[in-house]
């Protein structure tokens, strides 16, 4: 069989003749045990019904005759074959000439109806009485009557109903004429021309509510366009009668013929239900007849002529496609109803044939003010195309239970109902075309709308296999109850019913009825399609069988159309995903999950920015603290740089100044007189340090000091640091001895002297640190021009050398400058002795040892140190003797230095020289060279340098 999907048609095209059918045949599935019921049909006529189906209102009695089986029509023919069902249409049984001796089907004897049909011999009339009503399906203001007759019918005898322009329309299909439309709006109704003038007899909502009637081809090929023969089906007319017994004229909204195809059908009892669904309202459409009359055919059709469903699904997504201004969303389920219990055909496994249905959650139908009767828990597929939309039907048809019957090789045995779920809203707040004002959508809401297509199984008399009988029974019965659903329906609206109360309708009596409850009570547009078969052929029984089926089937349409009034409403657009019936509007609960899900991402989106940017400005702030921590450096560096090269200056301005005041301070005082002798804090040790300076151990002791210490500073600088003793009181510098002994340039001869032999011990500390480094650098110098050979730059060696050698030339250059300096003092002190022997020669010495012990001690302090004399430390270890006051006379002083060499003299440490000048004795020289030295050494004892030396030196001591 064929499984082709049918394909959208173009909005305005003719109906495709490729357009394939439902993708599942119904051979694709059969229930165990029918085909052999299939392959002995009815040999000795139709069983009578089980005791079941006896309970049930009506019995169901046997038949009297078996019907034929028709050939190639069965599932299964003699040889035991299947065969296609779309495969010789005219073997079906041709209904005997009379339906004389059939018995009432159970639908017959549960339904009333309402109005007996004409005698058979009499010329067709009116069987039911009803109005048509302003409509939604016929489109009409004015109704058309089924008792209108054909007089009073359109030339056709058709009920019209145009085709959207988006539609497939254009087809043939066209050429029908459209009586009495009417649309919402005003616009489209006057563009219709009205050709059913038939009155309105004021049904309100009947117009809702379409029934149809088809005929079956004959198998015989005897079909029912002879007017000679029991039916007469005038499709033109609307038009079935029976000439037969209880015959009768029936009139419908749409009488289809049996040359009529699916497209036709659909066009006229769907087509516009469609249209209205997709804008709002519920839509209804079922098939109901006989087994084997063409139901499955209609709803569902074959690749070649497709059916109602697939051309719904073809229109709805027309529909979508015609109107951009709201969108839609779209959802599926399928159900069947086999044996009064729900099935999920979405949920099945394919081809369970029942069997998955053991395993499914009970489905049980519920009740909402909203939603009306539903199924619940329903699987609910979301569609987006119509492929996708007729695969899941297709899923759902390979699930739905099919058998063999007598009269039906692929007998639906179930109830199947597919129900589309239109979801739509307003895509603009508002519409500036005012398209939408045409149609009277509101922007805002979300609107649902449900459509029904169902395919009911078919009625039988009896089945052969006991599975069969209780599948029939249960399709009776709930058909039985539909029927009586009309009936009461049909009761009420005449006014013989007390109860006008729905409630009183036996709609639980079934699922199907229970199920259909909305659509029945009038809240629904409603289409039914009666399926009947007028040919037959095989025995009378067989043929009265059919007829009286026949009959039923028409008195059911004619109740249906008479009873069911439909005050369909648009579907109210539902705001929020509040309540019950909110929350089946997916459509606005995807809105809302996509705005907060954008939400959610702008959010996110927002955060990261922020987050960028925040991490952007810790960098910058990170970027600029190491900036700024590198400049801070940068400044520290520099302000040390700057701070070293003030000290290197400050060091060598003293320096330089040390030099000029001593120069100055050489007898240059304000009164051009020399100054007197004063006492100086060096005064006692220096003299002791000179005599050191001459014993070799001595020299080494201070050379090692004076080296030790300046090898920590830089050539040619000091520090300016204030001088600790190793008790950390500060410790005056020798500067202050340069600007003499009271700061102003007048300085005593004694201090004079002894400023300048600080200096020259100064100096020649500093000579000797600078020889030493000057040999350090030599040696440096000349191991790496040695090794600079090997090293493979040696641009940078020659580059490093030449800096050195100029350094060592500035360095000889300086050693130079203050050799002659030296040379200068030394030949200051020379002046400055000569000096002072003349004045005391001039001034003559009243006290003669005083003279010889000033003359003595000055020229022991005074006199030059020999060559190479050994530099006094930078740092000296005597505490600064407190400074005289100035009221102290040269004299007073000369007196206390006198006394204090008369001492000496007397205890033996010096001898008197013959001319006044003093020596120490020799016998204690050695004694006062070490007594000097630990005095001299002892405040130095606190450098860690020195320490570390002091022990070497005792020992050379
Ligand atoms: N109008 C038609 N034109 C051609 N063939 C038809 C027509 N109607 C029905 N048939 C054929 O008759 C056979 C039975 O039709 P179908 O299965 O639709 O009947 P049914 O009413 O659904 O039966 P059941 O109630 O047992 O399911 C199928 O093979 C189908 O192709």
């Not at 909502?205 to 090929?221: E, M, T, Y």
């Not at 030099?659 to 100086?680: P, T």
Request: proline share 6%; charged share 25%.
């Amino acid at each position: 069989m064929t499984t082709t999907l049918p394909r959208p048609r173009t909005a305005n095209g003719p109906p495709s003749s490729a357009l394939p059918a439902l993708p599942v045949p119904k051979t694709r599935k059969s229930v165990v045990g029918l085909a052999a019921a299939g392959r002995t049909p009815s040999k000795s006529g139709l069983r009578a019904p089980s005791a079941t189906i006896h309970t049930s209102p009506p019995p169901y009695p046997a038949p009297t005759t078996a019907l034929p089986i028709p050939k190639g029509v069965h599932g299964v023919n003699s040889a035991g074959k299947t065969i296609r069902k779309t495969v010789s249409i005219n073997s079906f049984p041709q209904p005997p000439g009379r339906a004389a001796s059939m018995p009432p089907s159970p639908l017959s004897g549960a339904v009333t109806p309402v109005r007996k049909a004409r005698a058979p011999q009499a010329a067709p009339k009116i069987s039911h009485s009803t109005s048509a009503t302003p409509s939604l399906l016929n489109g009409s203001g004015e109704g058309k009557s089924l008792l209108g007759g054909a007089g009073a019918r359109n030339s056709d005898g058709l009920l019209s109903i145009s085709s959207p322009p988006q539609s497939r329309s254009s087809s043939a299909q066209d050429s029908y004429s459209t009586s009495a439309t009417t649309y919402d709006d005003p616009t489209e109704m006057n563009g219709t021309p009205i050709r059913d003038k038939r009155t309105s007899k004021g049904a309100e909502g009947k117009g809702n509510v379409l029934v149809s009637v088809r005929v079956r081809p004959d198998a015989s090929g005897n079909n029912n366009a002879n007017p000679e023969g029991e039916w007469m089906v005038d499709g033109r007319k609307s038009l079935v009668a029976y000439r037969g017994r209880e015959g009768g004229d029936y009139y419908y909204d749409n009488v289809f013929s049996t040359h009529d195809d699916n497209s036709r059908v659909y066009d006229h009892i769907a087509k516009r239900l469609v249209r209205r669904v997709m804008e709002g309202y519920h839509g209804t459409v079922f098939a109901y007849g006989m087994t084997g009359t063409g139901k499955t055919f209609s709803m569902q059709g074959t690749a070649s002529s497709p059916g109602v469903i697939p051309l719904a699904i073809t229109d709805i997504f027309s529909y979508i496609r015609e109107t951009p201004s709201r969108e839609f969303l779209l959802r599926v389920s399928y159900l069947e109803i086999y044996n009064e219990r729900i099935h999920d055909l979405l949920s099945m496994a394919t081809g369970g044939g029942g069997g998955a249905a053991g395993t499914q959650e009970e489905i049980k139908l519920r009740e909402d003010s909203k939603r009306g009767v539903y199924a619940t828990p329903l699987k609910e597929e979301i569609v987006q195309s119509p492929t996708q939309l007729l695969r899941v039907i297709a899923r759902g048809d390979q699930a739905r239970r099919t058998a063999s019957t007598q009269f039906n090789a692929r007998s639906s045995r179930s109830h199947a109902v597919v129900q589309i779920v239109v979801e739509s809203r307003e895509r603009l707040p508002s519409n500036p075309t005012g398209e939408n004002k045409r149609s009277g959508l509101l922007p805002g809401g979300v609107r649902v709308s449900t459509l029904s297509l169902i395919d009911l199984a078919g009625s039988e008399k009896a089945a052969e296999t006991k599975e069969r009988r209780a599948e029939g029974s249960h399709i009776n019965k709930s058909l039985l109850t539909l029927g009586t659903v009309i009936s009461k329906l049909s009761e009420h609206k005449e006014g013989k019913g007390v109860d006008k109360d729905a409630k009183h309708l036996p709609y639980r009596d079934s699922k199907l009825t229970r199920l259909l409850q909305g659509a029945l009570s009038g809240n629904s547009l409603v289409s039914i399609l009666c399926t009947i078969q007028t040919g037959s052929a095989g025995s009378a029984a067989s043929a009265n069988s059919h007829a009286t089926e026949t009959l039923n089937t028409l008195k059911f349409a004619s109740r249906a159309k008479n009873s069911i009034v439909s005050h369909a409403k648009r579907a109210e657009e539902a705001l929020g995903a509040g309540g019950e019936g909110g929350a089946r509007v997916l459509l606005e609960r995807y809105r809302m999950e996509i705005q907060e899900l954008r939400t959610q991402l702008e959010t996110q989106a927002k955060t990261n920015k922020n987050k960028a940017e925040e991490e952007e400005m810790a960098k910058d702030e990170e970027e600029e603290r190491v900036r700024e921590k590198e400049a801070e450096a940068r400044h520290e560096e520099q302000m040390l740089e700057m701070q070293l090269a003030r000290t290197a200056l400050k060091e060598r301005i003293d320096h330089l100044n040390r030099l000029i005041l001593s120069s100055k301070s050489i007898g240059v005082n304000a009164g051009g007189s020399y100054s007197a002798l004063g006492i100086h804090h060096r005064f006692s040790q220096n003299s002791f340090r000179t005599s050191i300076a001459t014993s070799t151990g001595g020299r080494s002791l201070l050379e090692r000091s004076a080296s030790m210490n300046s090898s920590s500073s830089t050539i040619g600088r000091r520090s300016a640091e204030p001088r600790h003793s190793s008790g950390g009181e500060p410790i005056p510098t020798e500067d202050d001895d340069s600007l003499g002994e009271y700061g102003d340039g007048v300085a005593s001869l004694q201090a004079q002297n002894q400023s300048l032999q600080a200096d020259l011990a100064d100096k020649n500390r500093y000579i000797a640190t600078l020889e030493k480094r000057l040999i350090q650098a030599r040696r440096a110098s000349s191991s790496r021009a040695s090794g600079g050979f090997s090293v493979p730059n040696k641009g940078i060696m020659v580059g490093e050398d030449h800096s050195v050698s100029t350094l060592i030339k500035e360095k000889d250059a300086e050693i130079a400058e203050l050799r002659a300096r030296l040379e200068d003092k030394d030949r200051m002190l020379s002046a400055l002795r000569s000096a002072a022997r003349s004045r005391d020669a001039a001034e003559g010495l009243t006290d003669s040892s005083k003279s010889e012990a000033r003359s003595s001690l000055l020229c022991d302090a005074v006199s030059p140190p020999p060559q190479n004399a050994l530099p006094d430390p930078p740092v000296s270890g005597h505490k600064k003797s407190p400074v005289p006051s100035r009221s102290k006379s040269v004299d007073e002083m000369s007196r206390i230095l006198d006394e204090m060499i008369q001492d000496r003299v007397e205890t033996g440490h010096i001898v008197r020289g013959s001319r006044g000048s003093v020596r120490v004795a020799l016998e204690n020289k050695a004694e006062a060279l070490a007594e000097s030295s630990k005095v001299d050494l002892e405040p130095l004892r606190g450098g860690q340098s020195l320490m570390n030396e002091s022990k070497p030196l005792a020992l050379e001591v």
